[in-house]
């Protein structure tokens, strides 16, 4: 039993680690207890979500609130909070829709829907101008999946090791996490994955800077397999993995030499978290098929859309997503709002600007911190990655999750990801004194577990 125990701490569930048994046992109040034991008494358990960490009772901008009354600046939020937990504009607009019209059967349609297509086409790069909505990432990715075989007549994928596309048997095929995929049974045929574009830890052995292999052995694996449907990939893992601008071109080219198509999935980072609309606009390339989601629900409904070229509408006798939601008025009417907001407040410039200045001060935080081995981002999206040695950059789990409870207890929560780096995603919306706030809690936590794990 231990050693996969240990296995899936490695890869990240911070679920099973002493630091976790110790955060249980400080959480003293009755009342929070109760509430803990009475969800491990009805909900079936499962990794990375189980046992629960607190009790939330509100969430209001960058804040989410505790049972016994702790806020906490919330530097994960599922990447849903790109406007800010509870906007104001959001919930408005949700419940006019409410009130007006709450569903929308299949086979009719409705304003909000039709308004959030038309939006995202415009918004969208190049000529992604059609559009299917789902209830979640994951069934986006499925339904991009199920286009890609329909429009080329083939099979295969192409994805990369320690990506992360969903939970679904699909979803898992194509992702590269071991969590995800070990012990879970056959998975679906073809998905082959290829090394990504990850320097510090480059099995092709670039050693920190990236040379582009790894964007030629994309090329190399089309070319030899010569029948693959979709090269699938987040454009920039949330880890981060930023790759080089040239990566995309080179896959795109080879994606074009090889009659295969792109998917980008932007599930997590759509509508504006690097500092665009769009994180692809980062690089000029225009997928085949773009897939968002997270934020797209303004922070509070689940919704996620693909949206593909005009040129690949031609499944129409096919089910691609048949999903009861597939057109839901609320959820389409909270996206325009968010979008709206986004748009009016140039959060983009915002997002851009005040992950500039974060890198910054992450920067001078690693001439202190001999643990901190590398700091990436682009916008607000950014990564500090915790390693027992800059030379070696192995990877540092435990010290890692020191600084996660520690910053827990202090006010800052985050998502640590491949186990060390502490992956921060705040709201668009944050201040920039809540980010310096932010960044002083975390050299605090840096500098205690330090002087603890010498
Ligand atoms: C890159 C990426 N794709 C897809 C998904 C799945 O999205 P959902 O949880 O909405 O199904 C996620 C979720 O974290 C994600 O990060």
């Not at 295969?260 to 599930?267: F, G, M, P, R, W």
């Not at 096919?318 to 609320?330: C, D, I, Q, S």
Request: negative net charge; contains cysteine; charged residues 25%.
């Amino acid at each position: 039993m231990d050693e996969p125990l240990d296995k899936l701490r490695s890869e990240g569930d911070l679920n099973l680690s002493p630091h976790r048994e110790i955060w249980a046992k400080e959480q003293v109040d009755p009342e929070t207890r109760r509430l803990l034991a009475e969800d491990e008494r009805y909900f079936l358990r499962q990794s990375l979500s189980t046992p629960c960490l607190d009790v939330l009772t509100s969430c209001e901008g960058v804040f989410i609130e505790t049972h016994q009354g702790r806020r906490l600046m919330d530097f994960h939020g599922n990447n849903v909070h790109q406007v800010g937990f509870g906007n104001s504009r959001v919930i408005e607009a949700v419940t006019r829709q409410m009130n007006a019209l709450s569903f929308c059967p299949r086979r009719y349609t409705n304003v909000p829907a039709i308004q959030l297509a038309k939006k995202l086409a415009l918004l969208a790069p190049g000529d992604l101008n059609k559009v299917l909505f789902a209830p979640g990432g994951t069934s986006a990715i499925g339904m991009a999946l199920k286009l890609a075989r329909a429009v080329t007549g083939r099979h295969k994928t192409i994805s990369m090791w320690d990506s992360f596309h969903g939970a679904s048997l699909d979803a898992i095929s194509i992702g590269g996490e071991a969590i995800f995929r070990q012990n879970s049974g056959p998975l679906l045929p073809g998905t082959e994955h290829v090394a990504p574009p990850d320097p510090n830890h480059c099995p092709l052995g670039c050693g920190g800077a990236c040379n582009l292999r790894c964007a030629e052995y994309v090329d190399y694996v089309l070319g030899k397999e010569g029948d693959v449907a979709a090269v699938i990939a987040e454009t920039v893992r949330s880890t981060p993995y930023i790759p080089r601008r040239e990566y995309w071109e080179i896959v795109r080219a080879a994606c074009d030499r090889h009659g295969t198509l792109l998917i980008l999935d932007e599930v997590p980072h759509c509508l504006g978290r690097t500092g665009k609309m769009f994180t692809c606009e980062h690089y000029g390339v225009v997928p085949d098929i773009l897939v968002i989601g997270k934020g797209l629900g303004g922070g509070i409904f689940p919704l996620a859309a693909l949206i593909a070229r005009e040129g690949l509408d031609v499944a129409p006798e096919k089910a691609l997503g048949h999903y009861t939601h597939e057109k839901n008025p609320v959820a389409c009417a909270a996206a325009l709002a968010a979008i709206e907001y986004i748009e009016e407040e140039n959060l983009l410039e915002h997002a851009a600007s005040l992950g500039a200045h974060a890198l910054e001060r992450m920067r001078k935080m690693m001439e202190d911190h001999p643990r901190i081995g590398d700091v990436r981002g682009l916008g607000l999206l950014m990564g500090i990655e915790v390693v027992r040695d800059r030379a070696t950059m192995e990877r540092d789990h435990d010290a890692a999750e020191y600084v996660m409870y520690a910053a827990l207890r202090r006010g800052l929560n985050f998502k640590l990801t491949m186990g060390n780096i502490i992956t921060l995603t705040p709201p668009l919306t944050i201040s920039r004194d809540e980010m310096d706030r932010a960044l002083a809690i975390l050299a605090e936590c840096f500098k205690e577990m330090e002087r603890q794990t010498r």
